[in-house]
T-cell receptor, first 111, second 117 residues
Framework: AQSVTQLGSHVSVSEGALVLLRCNYS??????LFWYVQYPNQGLQLLLK??????LVKGINGFEAEFKKSETSFHLTKPSAHMSDAAEYFC?????????FGSGTKLNVKP | DAGVIQSPRHEVTEMGQEVTLRCKPI?????LFWYRQTMMRGLELLIY????????DSGMPEDRFSAKMPNASFSTLKIQPSEPRDSAVYFC???????????????FGSGTQLSVL
């Protein structure tokens, strides 16, 4: 069975601080992993996806995620938070043609 | 490309009324998904289609919900009769699908905010 767990429904950081959003997955097959971002009143947009070509994946807006098989994790990071990063972030695992989303983490960025 | 188009953007209705949500996927995409998002349950997959055929509707909450995809460019999600607990944001998403296990992403519409009074 496939599932995704996101630790922390709300994360608050100061502008310029490191962003770390956690995601752990379970998958019975090699996983395809994704991070999506949702801004208020909008649909989800892809931030980055794990393609198995490299364990460190770079996405848009300075975000990156590292796939760690031993820890079954795919945490999302950004070295320096910007006010515009305030949004909800979803980790997802794909099995065949079905996506399983985590419960989401709302990121608040304080000035 | 205009992306995935959903209508209406907002829908307010009274309990017991029929509600129809509409979706136009990205041209050339042959997989279409309906999701529901609530604070309590997060993003739930309701149903998905491949090549206009429903593949998995195990997420449809009950018989009041039905979905159709009469052609490759249009899908509807209908709730009849609607209830207050159906209030949520409903997203449609599409994806190209090659028939195997791929890492193709989902493209989401902007959603329909449904309020059932």
């Amino acid at each position: 069975a496939q599932s995704v767990t996101q630790l922390g429904s709300h994360v608050s950081v100061s502008e310029g601080a490191l962003v770390l959003l956690r995601c752990n997955y379970s998958s019975s097959v090699p996983p395809y992993l994704f991070w999506y971002v949702q801004y208020p009143n909008q649909g989800l947009q892809l931030l980055l996806k794990y393609t198995s070509a490299a364990t460190l994946v770079k996405g848009i807006n300075g975000f990156e995620a590292e796939f760690k098989k031993s820890e079954t994790s795919f945490h999302l990071t950004k070295p320096s938070a910007h006010m515009s990063d305030a949004a909800e972030y979803f980790c997802a695992v794909k099995n065949f043609n079905k996506f399983y989303f985590g419960s989401g983490t709302k990121l608040n960025v304080k000035p | 490309d205009a992306g995935v188009i959903q209508s209406p953007r907002h829908e307010v209705t009274e309990m017991g009324q029929e509600v129809t949500l509409r979706c136009k996927p990205i041209s050339g995409h042959n997989s279409l998904f309906w999701y529901r998002q609530t604070m309590m349950r997060g993003l739930e997959l309701l149903i998905y289609f491949n090549n206009n055929v429903p593949i998995d509707d195990s997420g449809m909450p009950e018989d009041r919900f039905s979905a159709k995809m009469p052609n490759a460019s249009f899908s509807t999600l209908k709730i009849q009769p609607s209830e207050p607990r159906d209030s949520a944001v409903y997203f449609c998403a599409s994806s190209p699908y090659s028939g195997g296990i791929t890492n193709e992403k989902l493209f989401f519409g902007s959603g329909t905010q449904l309020s059932v009074l």
